[in-house]
């Protein structure tokens, strides 16, 4: 079934893949204008909600250097949704690779393009995790920018 292939937390992407059905149905559609839906292929519009999905990914990280996202990978490969983390942790592990005033902006930054959320606690977690494993899957390195 195709729709195994969508990630799990789909529903964060819907707007990837309705927007994609809706110009679909608007470019392909037999019958729409007396309210009849012709035929429609899902499996391309499932590809081109992951294609769209994959530029929002990347239009996310368009401001970060390959080293900083090498980092950010890092502390993601170490940490799981499941295991908020603590901003000195975070921090921390971006010492390790930069001085502590690049360390604590890159921190910034990255909660700021949503990368890490923060939680009613203080800790932060991986909001997307598909983005999650898409980066660790070091996919973020093929075609890095956005094409559109």
């Given amino acids: 079934m195709a729709s195994s292939n969508i990630p799990i937390g789909w529903p964060l992407h819907i707007t990837s893949y309705g927007r994609s059905a809706s110009d679909y149905l608007k470019t392909h559609g037999k019958g729409v204008?007396?309210?009849r839906?012709?035929?429609?292929?899902?499996?391309?519009?499932l590809n081109e909600g992951r294609r769209r999905r994959l530029e929002y990914y990347k239009r996310r990280l368009s401001s970060f250097h390959d080293e900083e996202i090498e980092e950010i990978t890092k502390v993601l490969n170490h940490k799981t949704i499941l295991y908020p983390?603590?901003?000195?942790?975070?921090?921390?592990?971006?010492e390790k690779e930069f001085p502590i005033?690049?360390?604590?902006?890159?921190?910034?930054?990255?909660?700021e393009k949503g990368v890490f959320h923060r939680v009613k606690d203080g800790r932060y977690i991986v909001p997307l995790p598909s983005m999650k494993h898409w980066l660790i899957s070091n996919q973020w390195k093929i075609n890095q920018k956005p094409s559109k």
């Avoid at 839906?37 to 519009?45: K, R, W, Y």
């Avoid at 005033?101 to 909660?111: F, G």
Wanted: proline share 0%; aromatic share 10%; glycine share 4%.
């Fill in 33 to 35: 204008d007396d309210n």
């Fill in 37 to 45: 839906l012709g035929t429609f292929d899902l499996e391309e519009v």
């Fill in 85 to 94: 983390m603590k901003s000195k942790d975070i921090i921390s592990s971006f």
């Fill in 101 to 111: 005033e690049k360390s604590e902006n890159l921190y910034e930054r990255a909660v």
